[in-house]
């Protein structure tokens, strides 16, 4: 496992605080596993990584549902990634320091998932708006919605 205590990386630059201190459930937890995994996959050419981002959703949703879970992950990553102009700051899931910590950017995707799976559709907007720099957010949110819908189609099938 890796663990940079010593040497820190700059992905911990913005590091907001602990993520068990904003409530976020299992599925939003999973979320942020993968896509930590999925943001590391697209910034590098290391194909170790896309599939150990693959392991991992299967994993976590099951060899029948992760191709489809993966991809309406990487549809919101895509979708947020299009709206953005700055870099998305994350942690390294794989990391012993970085793994509990939460960047702002990560809380405000997390959150906007968070809130929209409630039904708290202001809260997600604002939190999405923020995340995209005041733009838009109607992509991000629909892909958001996307996600939760198949991940609640998977706890039907189940």
Known sequence: MTDHTQNPSPH???AEGDVSAYGFDTQELK?????????????GQDQQVWAAAYRLAGQQYGDGGAE???GYTIDVIEAMRALRSSPFIYGRDGCACCRNKLTQEERLLIASFHNMRRGKRSRAYVQAMLLVEGRDPARLLVALEMLDFALFEGREAG
């Open 31 to 43: 979320m942020l596993a993968l896509c930590r995994r999925l943001f590391e996959a697209m910034s």
């Open 12 to 14: 911990l630059s913005n």
């Open 68 to 70: 489809r879970i993966l």
